[in-house]
């Protein structure tokens, strides 16, 4: 049977005479779920407290415990969001310039599917649909960016170095994916514990945590399929091997 949509109050007293949760201030306790929303709340962050066989919070749990895991966890994702935007910012960086130093400036370069790793069918899909997307979305059309709209209305071109700072993580990511090796070789080169390959993996993990973050999804339990390979620095650093969806690990050479 579907949940029924319950106000407030009745939540408040499904929390507390139904679950066994404490609330000392009923009308804060109103408030936050007035700003967070019950789902968010006590559906995202309720896992630790409850008693499994009974389905009811433990004993002596309080409302305000609730609230303080998701505000560590909030702060959490503050933080982490903080260096994935440098990271990103860094690739992008990276990506434009070596890019354009092989191919040049003109917006044809990066709509043409030559210039990628046009090699197997799956890729060819890929590329096409990369290159659609930044014709279409960027070049061929008007965009909102009033940088892109500026540098097409005077120069008729849109350089990557310009259009880099308009695309996702998740659309740097794939580029990057796409690239020739000998080009992604050449970026990897900026990070002194990383190969071509690497990066790869590691850009790929970092667009889902980047996307966690950004979307308020829980992190502190976040998990991906996709994990990165064994690196020196986990020696250097004492962390053990084959330890995979850990985000700090994820974070540490982009940091050196």
């Known amino acids: 049977m579907p949940k029924p949509f319950l106000t407030y109050t009745q939540q408040i007293d499904k929390l507390r005479n139904e679950k066994n949760l404490i609330i000392d201030d009923e009308n804060s306790a109103i408030d936050t779920l007035h700003q967070i929303g019950y789902f968010k709340l006590i559906g995202g962050y309720k896992h630790l407290f409850k008693n499994k066989t009974t389905g009811k919070y433990k004993d002596n ?7 303080a895991l998701y505000t560590f966890d909030e702060a959490l994702r503050e933080l982490n969001l903080k260096y994935i935007l440098k990271a990103e910012q860094h690739l992008k960086s990276l990506i434009s310039y070596h890019f354009c130093d092989r191919f040049g400036e003109s917006q044809t370069a990066y709509l043409t599917q030559t210039n990628y790793e046009y090699t197997t069918n799956r890729n060819k899909q890929d590329i096409n649909k990369l290159v ?24 008729g071109n849109l350089p990557l170095w310009v259009l880099i700072n308009a695309l996702t993580f998740g659309n ?32 790929t993990v970092l667009t889902k945590f980047r996307n966690a973050c950004a979307h308020g999804e829980r992190l502190f339990t976040y998990k991906t399929s996709d994990s990165i390979p064994d690196l020196p620095i986990h020696k250097k650093l004492g962390i053990a091997k084959k330890v995979y969806n850990i985000f700090m690990e994820k974070m540490t050479c982009f940091q050196l």
Not at 61 to 67: A, M, S, Y
Not at 177 to 203: D, H, M, P, V, W
């Open 172 to 203: 740097i990511s794939k580029m990057y994916s796409l690239f020739t090796q000998s080009l992604r070789i050449s970026i990897s080169k900026n990070y002194a514990c990383l190969n071509e390959k690497q990066l790869g993996q590691i850009t």
């Open 132 to 155: 659609k997307l930044l014709g279409d979305k960027y070049v061929n059309n008007k965009t909102d960016y009033l940088y892109i709209e500026h540098t097409k209305t005077k120069h």
């Open 61 to 67: 749990t309080h409302f305000e415990d609730i609230v």
